[in-house]
Nanobody, 115 residues
């Protein structure tokens, strides 16, 4: 009973920046962790970042120092600020929200990093 909608994807040159946003609705109070994953063509879905209710964050080594995840409880959104983008960052980016026994996913937004 959680709905997630991603936005902000697009085409960007290597070294550029992009900010993704995920809007959550439904049983928001039951969410203890939100995050971002990505899936490139021909590859398995890869974890990118988590943010927990207490505010702590975790990042995949491949994006650490370049990406920043944030959560705005008032707006019920989670963002992913992506800087210094590389072609290997090209993927469909998915927002997810975790409850104790459930996990919810958005439809994804395409990010393409190309010159």
């Amino acid at each position: 009973q959680v709905q997630l909608v991603e936005s902000g994807g697009g085409l960007v040159q290597p070294g550029g920046s992009l900010r993704l946003s995920c809007a959550a609705s439904g049983s928001i109070a039951s969410i203890y962790r939100m995050g971002w994953h990505r899936q490139a063509p021909g590859k398995q879905r890869e974890w990118v970042a988590f943010i927990f209710n207490g505010g702590s964050t975790n990042y995949a080594d491949s994006v650490k120092g370049r990406f920043t995840i944030s959560r705005d409880n008032a707006k019920n959104t989670v963002d992913l600020q992506m800087n210094s983008l590389k072609p290997e960052d090209t993927a469909v980016y998915y927002c997810d929200a975790a409850r104790v026994n459930s996990d919810y996913w958005g439809q994804g937004t395409q990010v393409t990093v190309s010159s």
